[in-house]
């Protein structure tokens, strides 16, 4: 079994909301910094947004500001991204990442991804 297992992605119209979930196993996560990530077809792996160990601060791609929330409840183990008002644009598969250092670029942990699907 994976560390990280996303869930809750799946087909949605525009304008519609999604909820992902990032289920940790075999260990904690209180501690990590963690962070969520997307992938189009043809694309980069890009950033999507972050949260501090007891979500401190957050972060947030300019693309996805004030339409997407991350959160984190560590007692369940599970952090989340809440995807409002969906754009086709929106379209990827989403990863779940971790890292015990918040000032590395390096993930240290990353999930199988689960795929979101927005359509016009």
């Known amino acids: 079994q994976e560390q990280l297992v996303e869930s809750g992605g799946g087909l949605v119209q525009a304008g519609g909301s999604l909820r992902l979930s990032c289920a940790a196993s075999g260990r904690t996560f209180s501690n990590y910094f963690m962070a969520w990530f997307r992938q189009a077809p043809g694309k980069e792996r890009e950033f999507v947004g972050g949260i501090s160990w007891s979500a401190l601060m957050t972060y947030y791609a300019d693309s996805v500001k004030g339409r997407f929330i991350i959160s984190r409840d560590d007692a369940k183990g599970t952090v989340y991204l809440r995807l409002t008002s969906l754009k086709p644009e929106d379209t990827a598969v989403y990863y779940c990442?971790?890292?015990?250092?918040?000032?590395?670029?390096?993930?240290?942990?990353w999930g199988q991804g689960t795929q979101v699907t927005v359509s016009s």
């Open positions: 990442a971790a890292k015990r250092d918040a000032g590395s670029s390096r993930y240290d942990y």
